[in-house]
T-cell receptor
Framework: GENVEQHPSTLSVQEGDSAVIKCTYS??????FPWYKQELGKGPQLIID?????GEKKDQRIAVTLNKTAKHFSLHITETQPEDSAVYFC??????????FGAGTRLFVKA | GAVVSQHPSRVICKSGTSVKIECRSL??????MFWYRQFPKQSLMLMAT?????????EQGVEKDKFLINHASLTLSTLTVTSAHPEDSSFYIC???????????FGPGTRLTVT
């Protein structure tokens, strides 16, 4: 079955710097890769997603890249702000099988 | 758009009692809803997948007689924790998938504490 690995588990950056979180997946049939942000005590919020027919997608300060050959995808947050501090989860899914989540990355943005 | 609500947000119950958690998609129809459990500082653990009008599919190790799931309409799914015990204390989160789309939208979660 699918397996998703996420790194790093914790990331601390200075306000204004960029943050990068990386994930790898194992099942080449996966074709949908969402990213979720979870604040303390709340449910995960979908912040950006990418499909396997696209290599990169950007939404303001957030971008996601996908390398299908290497089975890697990454989340890039530029000009980080204290309100970006949260736990971020990557995930992978495909037609007919369930979504598999990474273990999560705890991002701290220091003011 | 794509808002999912959960009720209650917090519940405390005594050991041996049952608790029902509701999950509603407010502005879309959800053919499929998912129930997750999350322990502190851990990822999401899928408990079951429910499709409207049919029986839920439970993940391995999840007791279907203990965690009863009903998905009676395209906007409502319920999770009932029966005969709750302290080890059932956790953060339960539902999500809903609009139609045949890939995206899942999560509810705000329910913190269950069993005393």
């Amino acid at each position: 079955g699918e397996n998703v690995e996420q790194h790093p588990s914790t990331l601390s950056v200075q306000e204004g710097d960029s943050a990068v979180i990386k994930c790898t997946y194992s099942d080449s049939a996966s074709n949908y890769f969402p990213w979720y942000k979870q604040e303390l005590g709340k449910g995960p919020q979908l912040i950006i997603d990418i499909r396997s027919n696209v290599g990169e997608k950007k939404d303001q300060r957030i971008a996601v890249t996908l390398n299908k050959t290497a089975k890697h995808f990454s989340l890039h947050i530029t000009e980080t702000q204290p309100e970006d501090s949260a736990v971020y989860f990557c995930a992978a899914s495909g037609t007919g099988f369930k979504t598999i989540f990474g273990a999560g990355t705890r991002l701290f943005v220091k003011a | 758009g794509a808002v999912v609500s959960q009720h209650p947000s917090r519940v405390i119950c005594k050991s041996g009692t049952s608790v029902k958690i509701e999950c509603r998609s407010l502005d879309f129809q959800a053919t499929t809803m998912f129930w997750y459990r999350q322990f502190p500082k851990q990822s999401l653990m899928l408990m079951a997948t429910s499709n409207e009008g049919s029986k839920a599919t439970y993940e391995q190790g999840v007791e279907k007689d203990k965690f009863l799931i009903n998905h009676a309409s395209l906007t409502l799914s319920t999770l009932t924790v029966t005969s709750a015990h302290p080890e059932d204390s956790s953060f339960y989160i539902c999500s809903a998938r609009p139609g045949r789309r890939d995206e899942q939208y999560f509810g705000p979660g329910t913190r269950l504490t069993v005393t």
